[in-house]
Nanobody, 125 residues
Framework: QVQLVESGGGLVQTGGSLRLSCVVS????????LGWYRQAPGKRREFVAG???????GTADSVRGRFTISRDNAKNTVYLQMNSLTVEDTAVYYC???????????????????WGRGTQVTVSS
């Protein structure tokens, strides 16, 4: 069974950077499409960035140009590099996966899926 553990969150000032990590166990990142998501207080969970098994990568409009997803298959880890952070980026960040190769399957992840504990990112003004 594939399990994911997020880490790397913390408190940062506006304009700062953080890199989140998501370690995958029970499966190989080579075989998975992987995505990052976030949920701010009082809001629904939303897609942030995705990396399909077939090599397609993308980010949500709200973070494009600031956030980058990458993966290290040797370490079975996917990362989210976050730059130029704003208070609107404050949220709990989660990673999730899809066994298929479709990038679009990552966009459809929602409350019916299993989620880990996430990692808290707080951006102060």
């Amino acid at each position: 069974q594939v399990q994911l553990v997020e880490s790397g969150g913390g408190l940062v000032q506006t304009g700062g950077s953080l890199r989140l990590s998501c370690v995958v166990s029970g499966g190989r990142t080579n075989d998975l499409s992987l995505g990052w998501y976030r949920q701010a207080p009082g809001k629904r969970r939303e897609f942030v960035a995705g990396s399909s098994r077939d090599g397609i990568e993308g980010t949500a409009d709200s973070v494009r140009g600031r956030f980058t997803i990458s993966r290290d298959n040797a370490k079975n880890t996917v990362y989210l590099q976050m730059n130029s952070l704003t208070v609107e980026d404050t949220a709990v960040y989660y990673c999730n996966f899809d066994l298929g190769g479709s990038y679009f399957a990552l966009l459809g992840k929602g409350e019916g899926d299993d989620w880990g504990r996430g990692t808290q990112v707080t951006v102060s003004s």
